[in-house]
């Protein structure tokens, strides 16, 4: 049963949790392009990484979706300085995954809003995504609250 989802900033208490939907969010990506294939065995790295994010609030924003004690989802942005553009700042959501059996129920809103709210109080005007181009269910999610496509990395193995 699904209670009442509480969003907060990502502690490093979180940290295991966060991976294992970091873990499931990658493996999904894996499913859409064989370049984005998840490497095995850097669980220490994924969790030091963590530990630097969660330190560093200046440049990151991580929330996440909490049932009870329960992680349920998460979302992490990177702060970006656009030396070129104005607005000046943006927060570039790199990381963003809800539980299965919480998706459709609000959640990934209740994320996104508390992202928009901590990033206008730090005059940051700017909210940007970064997912496979093959995620279509992503795009469609953006698209359906005003995102629009900004821009594309073409990438080949050499």
Not at 78 to 97: G, L, Q
Not at 118 to 143: D, W
Request: proline share 3%.
């Amino acid at each position: 049963m699904i209670g009442l989802v509480n969003i907060r900033l990502m502690e490093k208490k979180d940290i295991d949790g966060v991976m294992e939907q970091l873990l499931r969010l990658k493996h999904l990506n894996e499913e859409f392009d064989p370049l984005l294939k998840v490497s095995i065995g850097n669980e220490k790295e994924i969790s030091e990484k963590l530990g630097r994010i969660i330190d560093d609030r200046e440049n990151h924003i991580g929330l996440v979706a909490e049932d009870g004690k329960r992680l349920v989802g998460m979302i992490m942005s990177d702060v970006i300085f656009r030396i070129y553009y104005d607005p000046k700042y943006e927060a570039r959501i790199r990381e963003f995954y809800v539980i299965p059996e919480y998706r459709g129920k609000g959640v990934g809103m209740k994320l996104l809003e508390k992202l928009r709210e901590l990033a206008s109080e730090r005059n940051i005007k700017m909210i940007t995504a970064e997912f496979p181009s093959l995620n279509l269910l992503a795009s469609k999610f953006y698209e359906s609250i005003d995102f629009k496509e900004l821009i594309k990395i073409y990438s080949k193995i050499n």
